[in-house]
C-alpha cells in the first residue's frame, strides 16, 4: 500500500505544488489534509498555469480522485470561485470528493481573523486573512460547525450555527469593535452551500483506506510548512493546524505504516511571508535578486495574498530539524535555477546563540530571535541550468551544492526542479517515478 507525502520543509512556498502535480502522474488518489484557503500551489500544466488553494492539484489528472480531507478548514464560498476558474479552463470535478469532517470557515471567521490582527498591532501574525485561525479555534473549542452538518435539518442545523455566532458576536462586537454578523445570513450561506456541495460530500476516510487496500498509490499533498506548524513551528508565528507528518496522519485519517516515502519539498534558498524570526534573512540587492521582480508566477509573491516574501539563504539548522521532526526520507530541491549567476552561495550550518555555537534549532523563539547564523561560502556557478534534465550534466558548482544539502540534511536529494514547467526536473535515481 504505496502512501507518498509531500511536505513542506520550510516555511510553505516550497514549490509543493509543482512536486505534487510530477508524482500525480503515478498517483490514483491525491489527498490534502490540512489548512484552507491560505494555501497556493501554482502548477504549470500542457502550457497553462493553475492556482490551487483549496482542491488537490492531482485533480488535473484525469485518473486521479482528488479528495479533501479532514484535516482541512473550507471555506465553500472560495471553492465555488476556484472550481468556477478550473471548470473555465476544462478541469472536471466528478472525481472529487470532500469529507464530511472538514470544518467549514464562514464569513465570521475571515472577519474575525482580520479584526485581530488589527486588534493585535505590532504583535500581528501576518495571516492570510482567510479565517484559517478562527475556524481552528473553533474546531478546537468544539463549537465549529462540519461539511457533514450542512446536511442537518434546518432547526438542528440554525441552534448549532447560532450557539457559534453568539461566541463570534461577542468578541466582534464587544472586544474587536466590528459589526456583528447575522444568523439569518449565514443560514443563507448554509442554505447555497448545501445546494452544490452535497454530490461532493463523500466519506473520505474510508475512500483512502479502500485505495490503500486495493495497492492503489495514495499521494498526501501537504500545505503550508513545517516551520509554520502549530506545535513545532515558529510559534506564536504559525499556521493553526500540522502541516507535518504527524498532520498528516490525523488530517487524513491513516497510520504511519502506510508511507513508504516522506518526501521533504525544500527551496534552495529560503522565504518566510508574515512575521517572525527567520536568521538567514537577507536584504537589499540580494534579496531582490531571490524574489524577482513579480512579472513572473513563480516570483516570491504570495500565491494568496500578492505579499512580496521575505527571502535568505538556505538555512540548514532549520532543514536537520524538518528532517528529524517529519521522518522525511529523500529531498525534493525547487528553484536551483534561481541562484544561477551567484558568486558564492551561503548556507547556515549552525546557528551562533549568546556566543555558543549551537546546531540544533531552539526549542524557545527568544532564542532563535538572538540566533545569528554560521554560514558555509560555497563557490556558484554562472551556467543557466533551466534545459539541464541529469544531474550529471549540472556544473560542477551546483552538484557540490545538492551534495551538500544532502549532507546537512542526512537524507539524499531524490528530486531537482530546475524551473517552473513540469519537464524542467532533475530525477535522482532511475527509479523515481516508476
Ligand atoms: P494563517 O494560516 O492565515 O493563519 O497565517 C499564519 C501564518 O502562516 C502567516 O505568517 C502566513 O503568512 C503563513 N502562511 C499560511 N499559509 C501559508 C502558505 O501557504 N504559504 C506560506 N505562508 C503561509
Redesign the pocket.
Given at each position: 500500500m504505496p502512501g507518498i507525502a509531500i511536505i513542506g520543509a520550510q516555511?510553505?512556498?516550497e514549490g509543493k505544488g509543482k512536486i505534487t502535480h510530477l508524482l500525480s502522474g503515478l498517483a490514483d488518489v491525491v489527498v490534502r489534509y490540512g489548512?484552507g484557503p491560505?494555501?497556493?500551489h501554482t502548477v504549470m500544466h500542457d502550457g497553462h498555469t493553475y492556482k490551487f488553494h483549496q482542491i488537490p492539484s492531482g485533480i488535473l489528472y484525469p485518473h486521479v480522485q482528488a479528495i479533501m480531507g479532514n484535516g482541512m478548514v473550507v471555506d465553500p464560498d472560495e471553492l465555488w470561485q476556484e472550481m468556477e476558474t478550473l471548470r473555465q479552463a476544462g478541469v472536471d470535478f466528478s472525481r472529487l470528493m470532500v469529507s464530511g469532517n472538514i470544518h467549514l470557515i464562514f464569513p465570521y471567521h475571515r472577519l474575525l481573523?482580520r479584526s485581530i490582527e488589527a486588534f493585535s498591532g505590532s504583535q500581528a501574525?501576518?495571516?492570510?486573512?482567510?479565517g484559517?485561525?478562527p475556524a481552528y479555534t473553533d474546531k478546537t473549542a468544539r463549537r465549529g460547525l462540519r461539511v457533514q452538518d450542512l446536511l442537518l435539518p434546518e432547526a438542528e442545523l440554525a441552534e448549532r450555527l447560532d450557539r457559534a455566532l453568539r461566541f463570534a458576536n461577542t468578541l466582534l462586537e464587544h472586544l474587536l469593535n466590528a459589526p456583528p454578523v447575522s444568523l439569518d445570513e449565514m443560514m443563507e450561506r448554509a442554505r447555497a452551500w448545501r445546494r452544490w456541495l452535497e454530490p461532493f460530500i463523500g466519506d473520505a476516510f474510508t475512500a483512502v483506506h479502500d485505495a490503500l487496500a486495493a495497492g492503489k498509490t495514495v499521494l498526501f499533498e501537504g500545505?503550508?510548512?513545517t516551520l509554520?506548524d502549530l506545535d513545532h513551528g515558529t510559534y506564536p508565528?504559525?499556521?493553526?493546524s500540522h502541516p507535518t507528518t504527524g498532520g498528516l496522519l490525523a488530517g487524513a485519517g491513516v497510520g504511519p505504516h502506510v508511507l513508504s516515502r516522506i518526501i521533504g519539498v525544500v527551496k534552495a534558498f529560503q522565504t518566510r511571508?508574515?512575521?517572525?524570526p527567520m536568521p538567514t534573512e537577507v536584504h537589499g540587492p540580494l534579496a531582490e535578486r531571490l524574489r524577482g521582480t513579480g512579472a513572473h508566477p513563480w516570483d516570491e509573491f504570495?500565491t494568496?495574498t500578492g505579499r512580496p516574501r521575505r527571502v535568505g539563504w538556505l538555512d540548514g539548522v532549520a532543514l536537520r530539524y524538518s528532517v528529524r521532526l517529519n521522518g522525511i526520507t529523500e529531498l525534493a530541491i525547487t528553484k536551483l535555477d534561481v541562484l544561477s549567476g551567484l558568486e558564492t552561495i551561503s548556507v547556515a550550518v549552525a546557528y551562533e546563540l549568546d556566543g555558543v555555537e549551537v546546531e540544533t534549532f531552539p526549542a524557545q523563539i527568544a532564542s532563535l530571535e538572538r540566533c545569528r547564523p554560521v554560514y558555509e561560502h560555497l563557490p556558484g556557478w554562472d551556467e543557466d541550468i533551466a534545459d539541464v534534465r541529469r544531474f550529471e550534466d549540472l556544473p560542477r558548482a551546483a552538484q557540490d551544492y545538492l551534495r551538500f544539502i544532502e549532507e546537512l540534511a542526512g537524507v539524499p536529494v531524490s528530486i531537482v526542479s530546475v524551473g517552473p514547467n513540469t519537464d524542467q526536473t532533475i530525477l535522482c535515481s532511475d527509479n523515481i517515478l516508476a
Open positions: 516555511w510553505g512556498d489548512g491560505n494555501a497556493g481573523d501574525i501576518g495571516t492570510t486573512g482567510r484559517i485561525g500545505a503550508q510548512g509554520l508565528f504559525v499556521t493553526s511571508v508574515g512575521s517572525g504570495g494568496t
